[in-house]
């Protein structure tokens, strides 16, 4: 349960951010996929290794998750140098 709390989470935080992909078309969900991933990482690490597995959900993996998220939607993020001329 607490591994699709977290991927709600880095999913949310993608769309509020506005990572929303708007002329990549050949990886369009990048960046909702990377925050994901980041907020699955971030709450696994927050939370801590042995207690991952059970039920409960703490405040330091919810911190965790929501650091995971924007550290990886930052790195994926579109730049200005990344768009042709």
Known sequence: ??????????????????????????????PILASAFGAVIGGVIGDGRSHAHTDTISV??????????LIFCWAVRERTSDSEP
């Open 60 to 69: 330091a993996s919810l911190v965790g998750a929501v650091i995971g998220a």
């Open 1 to 30: 349960m607490n591994y699709l709390i977290w991927l709600m989470i880095g999913i949310v935080i993608a769309a509020g951010v506005g990572a929303q992909s708007r002329r990549r078309l050949f990886r369009p969900n990048t």
